[in-house]
Structures are given as structure tokens and as C-alpha cells.
């Protein structure tokens, strides 16, 4: 049992994804502040999981041991500004999980405090996000309870933060691309006669282990695709149609892309 008081400014998608992930691996809702400027959105948080709701910002960060700022980029640093004189007085760590927002760029507002970036993905609600993160001015004892307080939520990688672009394409763009290719093969069985929705399922289960399958038997992605490919047989038929297709490199170049375009607006940002 983590004993921490865990605080929450933004209680949105990725943010409620999160702490409901806390909760479901045993976290204890008396644990959990939270501030959110929708109003009805956090009465409704206190009143399904009994966490405690904060009036103001002072209010969430003097609770807070760990506070995570689930908050937009185009306004993080205007509530930063907005918080400073609070994290300045009570000292809780930071953890920062907005898109693009180095740990330069916060500690031109506030130094004193620890800081984690933290980059999870949206499956932190069912308890398989894959997150990366770096850090700053923190002891290892406050970095391993911010990393045990994530592996709650999934797996988490250290990765180099001039190395988030990349990792912000495989792990946390990837599951859109992940939905897109599990739709596509249910749509394929559903041209052919099949109910999609029956589709799906079968897709979905055979996904996970594949996925499994790939993790655990040390051999390479393309040894366990030549056993599946029998001569002359049905998988080799569609293998080939997929990279008649452009298959691969349509992926290559869709991470590549996302790579791209997450550095553009990194930049547009600092």
C-alpha cells in the first residue's frame, strides 16, 4: 500500500483514466484530492469513488504529497504561474503529464520541488498503461514511490526525455493506430459475411495473444510469422497481399510522421 496523498488538477480524460486506475489497484480514495474547473464533473468523481474534492488550488496542493498536473497544454503554464506561490509553501512533488512540456520549461517557473515527467497512455484506466518517464531534483525515495504509484497503472520505461517524441508515437498514439487495424480486420470479416461486432471480439482476443505470444517466446516477429505460414497456404496469401499493399511501410511512415509532427509542436510550444 502506497500511504501518499495523491493530488489531481485535471480530472479529464487522461487524468480520470488515471486515477480511477489508482483506485481499482487498491488505492485508497482518502488518499485522492482533486480540482477540477468543471464543477459537475467533480461532484461526479466524489459521489462514484469518494474521493475528496478541493475548493481552490491551495486547497488541492496543501494536501498534496504528489501532485499530478493532468491539465492542457496551452494553458499549463498560466495555471503553473497560478500555482507556484502554493508549490513554493507546501513542496509537493510534481508530475507532470501534459503532452510536450519539457522539464526545462517548468522549472523556469517553479525549482525548488521535485519533478517527474510522466508519460502514460490512455489504457491506465484498465490497468495496462505503458508509461515513460525522467525527472529532476528528486531523491530515490520520492522517484521509486512515484514509479511504484504508476506501476499500479501498467508498465513503466526511464527514457531519455529528448527520446519522448518517439516514445509518444509507439506507446502513446499507437493505440488509435492499435483500434484502426483490429476495426479493419472486424470490417474485412464483416464484407465477407460475418457479424462485426462477433468480428471484433475474435480480433481483440486474438490480438492480446498474439501480443502475449510475441512478449513471451523469445523469437523474433518475423520467426513467429514464417510459422504461421504454411507453403502455398492462406497466411503467406494475405501476408503477401499486405505487402503488395505497402503494408509495413505505411506503418514505418505513420510513426515517423507522428514522430514529426510531435517535435513540431513541442517546438511551437517552448
Given at each position: 500500500?502506497?500511504?501518499?496523498?495523491?493530488?489531481?488538477?485535471?480530472?479529464?480524460?487522461?487524468?480520470?483514466?488515471?486515477?480511477?486506475?489508482?483506485?481499482?489497484?487498491?488505492?485508497?480514495?482518502?488518499?485522492?484530492?482533486?480540482?477540477?474547473?468543471?464543477?459537475?464533473?467533480?461532484?461526479?468523481?466524489?459521489?462514484?469513488?469518494?474521493?475528496?474534492?478541493?475548493?481552490?488550488?491551495?486547497?488541492?496542493?496543501?494536501?498534496?504529497?504528489?501532485?499530478?498536473?493532468?491539465?492542457?497544454?496551452?494553458?499549463?503554464?498560466?495555471?503553473?504561474?497560478?500555482?507556484?506561490?502554493?508549490?513554493?509553501?507546501?513542496?509537493?512533488?510534481?508530475?507532470?503529464?501534459?503532452?510536450?512540456?519539457?522539464?526545462d520549461?517548468?522549472?523556469?517557473?517553479?525549482?525548488?520541488?521535485?519533478?517527474?515527467?510522466?508519460?502514460?497512455?490512455?489504457?491506465?484506466?484498465?490497468?495496462?498503461?505503458?508509461?515513460?518517464?525522467?525527472?529532476?531534483?528528486?531523491?530515490?525515495?520520492?522517484?521509486?514511490?512515484?514509479?511504484?504509484?504508476?506501476?499500479?497503472?501498467?508498465?513503466?520505461?526511464?527514457?531519455?526525455?529528448?527520446?519522448?517524441?518517439?516514445?509518444?508515437?509507439?506507446?502513446?498514439?499507437?493505440?488509435?493506430?492499435?483500434?484502426?487495424f483490429?476495426d479493419?480486420?472486424?470490417?474485412?470479416?464483416?464484407?465477407?459475411?460475418?457479424?462485426?461486432?462477433?468480428?471484433?471480439?475474435?480480433?481483440?482476443?486474438?490480438?492480446?495473444?498474439?501480443?502475449?505470444?510475441?512478449?513471451?517466446?523469445?523469437?523474433?516477429?518475423?520467426?513467429?510469422?514464417?510459422?504461421?505460414?504454411?507453403?502455398?497456404?492462406?497466411?503467406?496469401?494475405?501476408?503477401?497481399?499486405?505487402?503488395?499493399?505497402?503494408f509495413?511501410q505505411?506503418?514505418?511512415?505513420?510513426?515517423?510522421?507522428?514522430?514529426?509532427?510531435?517535435?513540431?509542436?513541442?517546438?511551437?510550444?517552448?
Open positions: 500500500m502506497i500511504n501518499l496523498n495523491i493530488g489531481f488538477l485535471g480530472i479529464g480524460n487522461m487524468g480520470g483514466s488515471i486515477l480511477k486506475g489508482f483506485l481499482a489497484k487498491g488505492i485508497n480514495s482518502g488518499n485522492i484530492f482533486a480540482y477540477d474547473i468543471d464543477t459537475v464533473k467533480l461532484q461526479d468523481f466524489k459521489n462514484n469513488f469518494n474521493i475528496s474534492i478541493c475548493d481552490n488550488y491551495e486547497d488541492l496542493v496543501k494536501n498534496s504529497d504528489f501532485l499530478i498536473l493532468a491539465i492542457k497544454p496551452n494553458i499549463f503554464f498560466k495555471i503553473l504561474e497560478d500555482l507556484k506561490i502554493y508549490i513554493d509553501l507546501y513542496k509537493p512533488v510534481i508530475i507532470s503529464i501534459a503532452a510536450g512540456i519539457t522539464i520549461s517548468i522549472k523556469n517557473i517553479i525549482n525548488n520541488v521535485g519533478i517527474v515527467r510522466i508519460m502514460p497512455n490512455i489504457n491506465a484506466e484498465i490497468c495496462l498503461s505503458t508509461s515513460a518517464y525522467c525527472y529532476y531534483n528528486i531523491c530515490d525515495e520520492k522517484l521509486n514511490k512515484v514509479i511504484n504509484l504508476f506501476e499500479k497503472v501498467g508498465s513503466t520505461f526511464y527514457i531519455p526525455e529528448d527520446k519522448f517524441s518517439i516514445f509518444t508515437a509507439i506507446a502513446g498514439c499507437s493505440p488509435a493506430y492499435i483500434y484502426l483490429l479493419s480486420i472486424a470490417k474485412g470479416a464483416q464484407k465477407m459475411g460475418m457479424n462485426k461486432k462477433e468480428a471484433l471480439q475474435i480480433a481483440i482476443d486474438v490480438t492480446i495473444g498474439s501480443a502475449n505470444m510475441l512478449k513471451n517466446s523469445n523469437k523474433h516477429s518475423w520467426e513467429l510469422i514464417d510459422n504461421v505460414c504454411s507453403p502455398g497456404g492462406t497466411t503467406i496469401e494475405g501476408i503477401c497481399t499486405l505487402e503488395e499493399n505497402n509495413q505505411s506503418i514505418v511512415k505513420a510513426i515517423e510522421n507522428t514522430i514529426k509532427k510531435d517535435i513540431l509542436l513541442n517546438n511551437q510550444k517552448s
